[in-house]
């Protein structure tokens, strides 16, 4: 069964202290990976797709990478308005639908 | 350029009663989906519409039912509510397929 899951849960950082968020994948024909951001009421609001292994993408003070078995999001330099969920999904073989992970839930402290 | 557009916002409704939650999907998008968000989980996949038929549905009861039209707009019908159902519905419209999904802010619906 194609499965997503992400860690850890929940992430308290400094502001400017760099960390990464992991996101696992078991899934049979990846057709690709993506990363939202969460604000608590809110839809997800879409930050990077990724295709395939070794690919990276990068905005702002975020950069996504992705291998064959999972992916990270690299946050460097995180400021407060960083605090969010963000929540990674993956599109896979025949589907049409987004299979997602729980979220890790960040928060920056000033 | 408008986005995903989702009304309500908040609604509030009894057991037993039926909601309509509706959805625009962001201009040029010709596909909508609709998902189910309870608290502190991720969102689950109710169903996809495209050219107004259903194109794939999630793991959800037949009291769930949708609909699209032929301006690509698209509704939510949930039958019998309980509680179990109240949750955040968000609806997400993209281009034939789950690439570049422009997601709504969501209508919260609570039952009591």
């Known amino acids: 069964e194609d499965q997503v899951t992400q860690s850890p849960e929940a992430l308290r950082l400094q502001e400017g202290e760099s960390s990464s968020l992991n996101c696992s994948y078991t899934v049979s024909g990846l057709r690709g990976l993506f990363w939202y951001r969460q604000d608590p009421g809110k839809g997800p609001e879409f930050l990077f797709t990724?295709?395939?292994?070794?690919e990276e993408k990068e905005k702002e003070r975020l950069k996504a990478t992705l291998t064959k078995k999972e992916s990270f999001l690299h946050i460097t330099a995180p400021k407060p308005e960083d605090s969010a969920t963000y929540l990674c999904a993956v599109n896979a073989g025949n589907n049409r639908k987004l299979i997602w992970g729980l979220g890790t839930s960040l928060a920056v402290n000033p | 350029d408008a986005g995903v557009t989702q009304s309500p916002t908040h609604l509030i409704k009894t057991r037993g009663q039926q909601v309509t939650l509706r959805c625009s999907p962001k201009?040029?998008?010709?596909?909508v989906s609709w998902y189910q968000q309870a608290l502190g989980q991720g969102p689950q996949f109710i169903f996809q519409y495209y050219e107004e038929e259903e194109r794939q549905r999630g793991n959800f009861p037949d009291r769930f039912s949708g609909h699209q039209f032929p301006n690509y707009s698209s509704e939510l019908n949930v039958n019998a509510l309980l509680l179990g159902d109240s949750a955040l519905y968000l609806c997400?419209?993209?281009?034939?397929?789950?690439?570049?999904?422009?997601f709504g802010s969501g209508t919260r619906l609570t039952v009591v």
């Open positions: 990724l295709y395939s292994a070794g």
């Open positions: 997400a419209s993209s281009l034939q397929g789950p690439e570049g999904y422009t």
């Open positions: 201009s040029g998008h010709d596909t």
